[in-house]
């Protein structure tokens, strides 16, 4: 239902835009991480299989193409050890991967083209990356065959 005041003139003004950011307004550290993480991607250094279609088997590896510099072992119960986490009362979240053995360096390297360049901090045992990437990294561990 349309009131009298609203003219088509007022309407068209109303029409949702297209965020423009404004990157001289950013802090410099703030539009150092904004230009990183808007690079082209990488192409990836290892080949990723193809997944089964209709794919029922979520929980079963595909299996290892090539031999890995790096091996991620999966949890007790069959799962990709990719966890969200967040920290700060809710204001910083974070993906988390664990049991990940072999040349780190490499994972990392390799991770961060997928993740679109985000901060990834090596901790004792695992691996934290920035923002929300959980589903990604699964999608890409799988598809490496793990």
Not at 1 to 28: A, G, Q, S, W
């Amino acid at each position: 239902m349309r009131h009298n005041n609203l003219t088509d003139k007022y309407l068209e003004k109303m029409i949702v835009r297209e965020h423009k950011p404004k990157l001289e307004n950013l802090h410099p550290n703030v539009k150092q991480r904004w230009n990183e993480m808007t690079q082209p991607p990488i192409p990836l250094k290892y080949k990723l299989q193809e997944l089964p279609t209709p794919d029922y088997t979520l929980i079963k590896p595909l299996g290892l193409s090539e031999t890995l510099p790096f091996q991620v072992e999966r949890t007790h119960s069959n799962n990709l050890p990719v966890y969200t986490d967040f920290r700060n009362g809710g204001m910083r979240k974070v993906t988390v991967v664990r049991k990940l053995f072999g040349d780190v360096d490499e994972f990392k390297t390799e991770l961060s083209k997928i993740v679109s360049n985000s901060p990834i901090v090596e901790k004792q045992g695992r691996l934290e990356i920035s923002g929300f990437h959980t589903e990604k990294v699964k999608l890409w561990l799988r598809r490496l065959g793990f």
